[in-house]
């Protein structure tokens, strides 16, 4: 057991946490004595319909923030069982997510802009924002959550508030905060077309006067949650033949809030979360291409063959993923995360995190408030699969090739301070500082040429005189990244009421961001480090890989940027909103960390040259012009807003399936276009609310840009930019009597078209589609007992997230493509129960 999983066996004893109060309580060390706490307004307590948001970090109401905001309550993620990052895709037009991959493990994107699910080194241009804390690492989309008061969707750069790789947008968690009298909840589901078992629940309430605690756990098991193909070979580790892949979720929380006095309050939350799966690679299925043949595996020159099982159908919701071939896990190298547990063959993937957030406000006089928000995470996850996605030698053995048993373990720390002053006259301020320490290990075992299908790791005679000892490995490499980050930013923005009605605001962050890498590579099976001499028939080290042992030493790479941004707004009438902002975006640019012990890694090692792994920052630049609005008494809202901004050097990492290459790119430009609405009516008919949203989106490449494929897709459409989306959704509760309600509830989801890829102008275009969610409830009005019966994606439609070459196919032959998908439908049974 390592040192950082034992960590995780002890989390409120453990030196992290010590950590994480210490470093807020040094910031707390700043502060003196305070005055009383500020209290919002009046009219916006006692309006039950406000919804709050916290987009400028401080708390706003959605209708007068000049933020494009989608603001998504913890009533709506019940009623639909948004359990996961990807199920908030159906309420939010214009975001794309993505959960699987080897690399980063997900991906969000937003009106066309995001990053890519292959890379563990990329952040993600839409910032993941927990509780106040950014997360950089997009393992965090394979985590699942509850418990969730409401989540933030902003759209646009938003690098001057949130300044950590904000560059395209924000997805922002809020979970649920201690009540003020104590509370049970209790929620029990049967989820039927995935067989999946939830159950969960919450106490909350006050310790004492001036303490609350709110401790909440879940624990999901999906027993189907990826059907494989009939005549797979996939296998249990009894032996028996697996008919699917399952997923387990096992989420908790515990909340501290306390409020010793008027003027200071903190807020403590420890997460720990584990996830286990059967496999990374998920809902991948194989498009078979323009000769709509599943092509087979084709390895060593021609030397082996091995027959897909694919059926050239991936519309229904069966995926084919083999297991291992025996000659290629039997021996997993030492060190390696497969080690002891892969040699079967059976995939399985394993995440285990650790997240903590220290959060106090203390107001140092009547207009004077300090906050300050300390963060902790510590991931480690595990994903092994075999990423030739098909293969089936005769007589049914599994002949799953490039196989690998990624690890990703994460440290993070970071510290925010802010002052902001609440001053009766026209000027106000806020001046903070941001700091990041962040380590990323990257290691993995590989098959890129599947080379022990000629033999294990053997030992051989070299030219030179003696002999290079095997291993009897079967894995080609195993290579191990390392990633330190550290940043530093300040930023500051003033806000001026130039009358009651108009309001001027702006400021600026400088970020400052430094990261070291270095790869060593300890093993290098000899048949691809070496290759015989024509004449003697002895070994010499070949050109084409390094050789085991392979140290890089420091890779650098720093960048600093001023992110400035400019806002206006003008309140025409108490319901009527008018907005313009100037906006700017900075994502930081890195060392990439999937380079290959083959051309990639070895060129850079024969010439001590590694610029070739570096990829540029990421900026952004535009605005938008918007108007809330509301009419009939507030029944009838209308957000409208249209924006326009430019991506310079957009991080693109795509894969080349002929070399097996992982190729990294900084796109030249991209232009992101169009209008967002949203709309809700409270209607006259009881209980009857009706909602939903439409995006218009233009994102496209407008400079030349070169890709894998060797085309310039300069003028072509972004990917996972459909050009209309839009969702509608009503919400009914009926009245039945005192003590019983009955409800209904549905969500109509629709996407135009996109490109599923940036490699090609050809790239596979997902159609549009629609699906549908639904629920019928009978309860208690209060909320006492409910019972549900709920449904997503009823259409059952499967849609294609993300696209790419299908690898180890014949030259000029094969032309299969690998499509990673949604779920499909899910029925669900609840019951719900509060005391």
């Not at 989309?141 to 395209?168: C, N, T, Y």
């Not at 806020?430 to 080379?451: K, P, W």
């Not at 957009?650 to 070399?659: G, I, K, P, S």
């Amino acid at each position: 057991m390592t040192t950082q999983s034992q960590r995780h066996k002890n989390i409120f004893a453990s030196k992290s946490v010590r950590g994480l109060l210490m470093g807020s309580a040094a910031s707390l060390a700043l502060a003196g004595a305070a005055a009383p706490a500020h209290a919002q307004d009046a009219a916006e307590d006692d309006d039950s319909n406000v919804i709050t948001v916290i987009a400028r970090k401080q708390t706003e109401t959605l209708q007068e923030v000049p933020v494009t905001v989608t603001a998504i309550g913890g009533d709506t993620l019940e009623k639909f069982q948004v359990n996961e990052i990807a199920d908030v895709v159906s309420r939010v037009p214009a975001l794309n997510v993505q959960v699987g991959g080897s690399g980063s493990g997900g991906q969000i994107s937003l009106r066309g802009v995001g990053s890519s699910n292959i890379s563990a080194s990329f952040d993600s241009a839409v910032a993941f924002d927990f509780d106040g804390v950014q997360v950089s690492t997009m393992r965090i989309v394979q985590a699942g959550f509850f418990d969730v008061e409401q989540i933030d969707v902003l759209k646009g750069p938003q690098s001057l508030f949130f300044g950590k790789s904000a560059s395209a947008g924000v997805f922002a968690v809020r979970s649920a905060n201690p009540t003020p009298d104590w509370e049970v909840g209790v929620k029990v589901s049967q989820e039927f077309e995935e067989n999946g078992t939830t159950v969960g629940g919450y106490i909350s309430g006050p310790i004492s006067d001036t303490l609350g605690v709110r401790v909440a756990a879940q624990f999901n098991n999906i027993e189907d949650y990826v059907d494989l193909a009939p005549g797979t070979p996939a296998f249990n580790p009894n032996g028996s033949r697996r008919t699917s892949r399952g997923l387990e979720n096992f989420i908790s929380r515990v909340t501290l809030q306390w409020d010793p006095s008027d003027n200071f309050n903190a807020n403590l939350k420890l997460n720990y979360i584990k996830n286990e799966n059967d496999g990374a690679i998920a809902h991948s299925d194989i498009n078979c291409g323009p000769n709509g043949v599943a092509d087979s595996i084709f390895l060593l020159g021609g030397g082996v063959v091995i027959p897909s099982n694919a059926d050239c159908n991936d519309n229904d919701g069966l995926y084919h993923h083999a297991d291992g071939a025996t000659a290629l896990v039997s021996q997993v190298p030492d060190g390696s995360a497969g080690k002891g547990r892969f040699e079967n063959g059976i995939p399985f993937g394993e995440t285990e995190i650790f997240f903590g957030r220290l959060k106090w406000d203390l107001d140092l006089s009547d207009s004077l408030t300090l906050s300050s928000v300390s963060g902790y995470l510590s991931l480690d996850a595990v994903d092994t699969d075999c990423y030739g996605y098909v293969g089936v030698f005769p007589g049914g053995a599994p002949g799953g090739v490039g196989c690998s048993d990624p690890r990703n373990r994460s440290e993070q720390y970071t510290q925010e301070l802010r002052i902001a002053s609440d001053y009766d006259g026209m000027f106000n301020f806020m001046l903070g500082a941001f700091y990041e320490s962040r380590e990323i290990d990257f290691d993995t075992s590989q098959q890129g040429v599947n080379i022990s299908l000629a033999g294990a790791d053997p030992t051989l005679p070299l030219l030179s005189g003696g002999v290079v000892q095997g291993t009897g490995n079967t894995y080609d490499w195993f290579k191990k990244h390392n990633t330190k980050t550290e940043a530093l930013s300040f930023f500051g923005s003033v806000t001026l009421d130039l009358t009651d009605q108009l309001e001027l605001s702006g400021g600026v962050r400088w970020t400052d961001e430094q990261k070291v890498n270095t790869i060593s590579v300890p093993y290098v099976h000899n048949l691809l480090a070496f290759v015989p001499d024509p004449v003697s028939g002895l070994f010499v080290p070949s050109p084409a890989f390094i050789q085991g042992g392979f140290f890089s030493g420091p890779i650098k790479f720093g960048d600093s940027n001023f992110s400035p941004e400019v806002s206006i707004k003008y309140q025409a009438t108490d319901d009527i909103n008018i907005y313009a902002a100037f906006k700017t975006g900075f994502k930081s640019g890195g060392i990439d960390n999937s380079a290959l012990p083959s051309s990639s890694l070895s060129a850079a090692a024969a010439s001590g040259d590694f610029g070739a792994l570096i990829y540029e920052s990421e900026t952004g630049l535009g605005g938008e012009v918007g108007v809330k609005a509301q009419f009939a008494d507030r029944t009838i809202t209308l957000n409208t807003s249209v924006f326009y901004y430019v991506f310079d050097d957009l991080q693109v990492q795509n894969f080349d399936a002929t070399t097996i290459q992982f190729q990294t790119f900084n796109a030249s430009q991209l232009t992101s276009q169009g209008v967002d609405v949203e709309w809700a009516w409270r209607t006259p008919v009881d209980g009857l609310n009706l909602s939903g949203s439409i995006a218009y989106t233009d994102a496209e490449f407008t400079a030349p840009f070169v890709t894998t494929s060797g085309e310039d897709i300069n003028g072509r459409a972004a990917a996972r930019a459909p050009k209309f989306a839009a969702n509608a959704a009503f919400d009914w509760s009926i009245p039945m009597s005192d003590a019983f309600e009955f409800g209904l509830n549905g969500n109509l989801q629709y996407s135009g078209s996109y490109f599923t890829n940036e490699d090609s102008l050809t790239d596979l275009k997902q159609d549009s589609y629609v699906s549908i969610d639904g629920s019928i409830s009978v309860g208690d009005p209060d909320g006492a007992w409910k019972l549900s019966l709920v449904g997503v994606n009823l259409t059952d439609e499967i849609w294609v997230n993300t696209s790419g070459g299908r690898p180890f196919l014949e030259p000029g032959v094969g032309d299969d493509l690998v499509v990673t998908q949604n779920r499909g439908r899910q029925v669900f049974v609840e019951a719900s129960f509060k005391f």
